[in-house]
Each structure stands twice: as C-alpha cells, then as structure tokens.
Nanobody, 122 residues
Framework: QVQLVESGGGLVQAGGSLTLSCAPS????????MGWLRQAPGKDREFVAA???????YYTDSVKGRFTISRDDAKNTVYLQMNSLKPEDTAIYYC????????????????WGQGTQVTVSS
C-alpha cells in the first residue's frame, strides 16, 4: 500500500539538476525522519539523504556537496535538490519515512513510495 508519492524524476545531462518531491497520499509524516533512497540497476537499494524534525541533515558521501534535502511540514512535503548530476546517480529514487534515523540510513524504512526514475546521460 503506497503511502508516499514521489515526483520530479526524468532525464538530464551530466552536470544538470533535478528536484524531487515527496508527499504522503494518506497520512502526515511530520513526526518522522524523512529520507531518500535509490536503487541502480543490478544494485541494492542504498541510502542517499535524510532529514530530522529539527532539520538536521545526513548524506551518503557520494552526494555530499551536490544534493540537498529539505522538508516543509506545513506542505507535508520533502524535497531532494540534486545538482552536478553524474551518470552514476542514475537510479530509481524512493522517498522514505521512519521513526528511526538508523532505519532510514540503512535503507530499511517502514514506509517508502513507488519511486521515480532519474537518468543522467553522459
């Protein structure tokens, strides 16, 4: 049962930018850690970024300085601004929510969406 809905994926050239958005379809996630995961073809799903209620942010090393996660609890939406995209960023990106930061950062959240495809061409 999908509870998070992602949007904003697409095809972009290397060096370009995209902004992903995530909103819940049925409930508010204002009390949760929110995050983004991704899964590239033939690889396991991996953690990308997370944000706490107090707006502390966490990133995997490969996206630090290029990606920015943010949340607007009034709009019940979380965003992932992706700059300087590289072909290795190509993946399906999933929005995630959990009470546990550890579960988000280890790609085992209680809630996640159906994903949005991001393709970066070289």
């Amino acid at each position: 049962q999908v509870q998070l809905v992602e949007s904003g994926g697409g095809l972009v050239q290397a060096g370009g930018s995209l902004t992903l958005s995530c909103a819940p379809s049925k409930r508010t996630f204002s009390s949760y850690y929110m995050g983004w995961l991704r899964q590239a073809p033939g690889k396991d799903r991996e953690f990308v970024a997370a944000i706490s209620l107090s707006l502390n942010t966490y990133y995997t090393d490969s996206v630090k300085g290029r990606f920015t996660i943010s949340r607007d609890d009034a709009k019940n939406t979380v965003y992932l601004q992706m700059n300087s995209l590289k072909p290795e960023d190509t993946a399906i990106y999933y929005c995630a929510a959990d009470y546990s930061l550890l579960d988000v950062t280890t790609a085992r959240p209680d809630y996640w969406g159906q994903g949005t495809q991001v393709t970066v061409s070289s």
